[in-house]
Structure formats: C-alpha cells, structure tokens
C-alpha cells in the first residue's frame, strides 16, 4: 500500500476545511494536515467561496512556491470557465464544494479519471432553469441569482460575470420587484423555496464529472 498522502488544506473562508479536515483524518489515503503551512504537502486543497476572493493569486503563488505538490481548487459555484481559469491560473484540478465528499476525496487523492475535471451541473440545473424562465426571469437574472445564492455580493457578482456594479444592481432590484422581496437574504430564500437554487436543497442529488 502506498504511503498516506500528506494534505494541507488553506481555506480562510472555512468552506471545507473543517468537514475536510475530519474526513482526511479517518481516510488511509491521507495524513492528517496537523501543520500550519504547505511545507512539504504532497496535495495543497485551496477552499473559496468565490473566485474574486484571491483564489487565483493564491494558487499561482502556491504553483510557484510548491512546483511539486498536487493543487486541488474548491469553489461554492463552478462551470467550465471558472474552472478553466483557475487550472489557468496553475490548479491540478477544480471542483464544487457542493459535490459529494466522496468526489472531494477522490480528487484530493487523485483517483478521478481525469487530473484535470470539473463537478459538471446536474440536470437540477437545467431544470431550476427552465423553472425560472417560465416564471419570466430572463438568463443574466437567473445568472446572478444563482450567484448570490452562492454568497457573493454584488461586487463579487459584477467581477464574475464581468458586467458593471450598477448593471448588477439593477438586475437585483428586478428580482426584488419579481419575487417581491426586499432584502438579498429574503430573495435567496424565496427563489430556494420556489426551486431557483437547486444547490440550496438537501439532500444532493449524485453529480456526475466531465473533463474540462
């Protein structure tokens, strides 16, 4: 049996780390990431909820700092851009905080089919979008929507989606109107009970990997 993989998990936003932490200490696969820096980690897990929040100056220092080691990238909200840039920006592999800790370990250990792969959108999805254009949201509502159901502000939602703050805004305040709500926290609820925000629901369902 090969020697347990030494895992080092850098996650300020506390999106995985704890979770991951316990679920490493008991996997064979792995050692417990009982120190404080990188050091001499084979596998470096780098937890976000965004990709404005610094993930990508955090993984190209660490592509640059720790050449060898395996860089594994978690978000709160992935597609294939997203992931696109941040193996750009110098991860192994990217994945979707929402996956099933089974995947986020599979990963973290390298035994995915691909290096390089994506939590590819489950057909709830598709389906959470169809729903909302029946309902008249148009797409870019649908898009922020789903962003700020994944905690982003509205300046993390203009950087992502590369449109202006008040062009962000104005989409927020027709959701507002649409879902008569009147504050952020009240949209996200009520677009998760009306099925809006399929990654709000519990329990998840599978999700399948495709290559990026």
Do not use: N
């Not at 200490?25 to 792995?30: L, N």
């Amino acid at each position: 049996m090969p020697a347990p993989l030494r895992v080092h998990v850098i996650d300020h936003e506390r999106l995985v780390r704890e979770a991951l932490a316990l679920a490493i200490a008991v996997d064979p696969r792995f050692t417990c990431p009982a120190h404080d820096d990188a050091g001499d980690a084979d596998v470096v897990v780098v937890g976000a909820h965004a990709p404005g929040s610094g993930i990508h100056e955090a993984i190209a220092d660490l592509r640059r700092d720790r050449p060898r080691s395996r860089i594994v990238a978690v978000v709160s909200y992935l597609d294939d851009p997203v992931a696109d840039s941040l193996l750009a920006a110098g991860a192994d592999t990217a994945t979707c905080a929402s996956a099933p800790f089974r995947v986020l370990l599979d990963a973290v250990a390298g035994e995915l089919p691909s290096d390089r792969h994506v939590v590819a959108r489950h057909d709830r999805d598709e389906r959470a979008a169809v729903t909302a254009r029946a309902d008249g949201l148009t797409s870019r509502q649908f898009e922020v929507l789903q962003l700020l159901g994944s905690g982003l502000t509205a300046q993390q939602v203009s950087r992502q989606l590369q449109i202006k703050l008040a062009t962000t805004r104005d989409h927020i305040k027709a959701l507002h109107r649409r879902m008569g709500c009147s504050s952020t926290t009240e949209l996200v609820v009520v677009a998760a009970r009306r099925g809006f925000l399929p990654q709000l629901q519990r329990p998840l369902p599978p999700m399948e990997l495709t290559r990026a």
